[in-house]
């Protein structure tokens, strides 16, 4: 079955860094678009970047272009998400997503993310 795991959240200081990843299995992952969304407390879950499945496409969200960055090692079936020059209004829970086929929507358990000095 789809499994999706993320890991590499923790606390950083404002303007600060972290990378996150996403550890896939269960479907053929060089396949498939990934996503990373997040959630803060209060507020509805939102995309933050997406790539395609080769790697060759990707978007952001506005309130993080410039500053993070979405790969991902099709050998590895891992997506990653550089974040860098962090800001206390990236505090979140952090999810990878894919959609499947028929458009069934996988999540993972999501990593917690504080930026605070």
């Known amino acids: 079955q789809v499994q999706l795991v993320e890991s590499g959240g923790g606390l950083v200081q404002p303007g600060g860094s972290l990378r996150l990843s996403c550890a896939a299995s269960?479907?053929?992952?060089?396949?498939?678009?990934m996503s990373w969304y997040r959630q803060a407390p209060g507020k509805e879950r939102e995309l933050v970047a997406r790539?395609?499945?080769?790697?060759?496409?990707?978007n952001y969200a506005d309130s993080v272009k410039g500053r993070f960055t979405i790969s991902r090692d099709n050998t590895k079936n891992t997506m990653y998400l550089q974040m860098n020059s962090l800001k206390p209004e990236d505090t979140a829970v952090y999810y990878c997503?894919?959609?499947?086929?028929?458009?069934?929507?996988?999540w993972g358990q999501g990593t917690q993310v504080t930026v605070s000095s």
């Open positions: 269960g479907f053929t992952f060089r396949s498939y678009t």
């Open positions: 790539i395609t499945g080769s790697g060759g496409s990707t």
């Open positions: 997503n894919t959609v499947g086929i028929i458009g069934d929507v996988y």
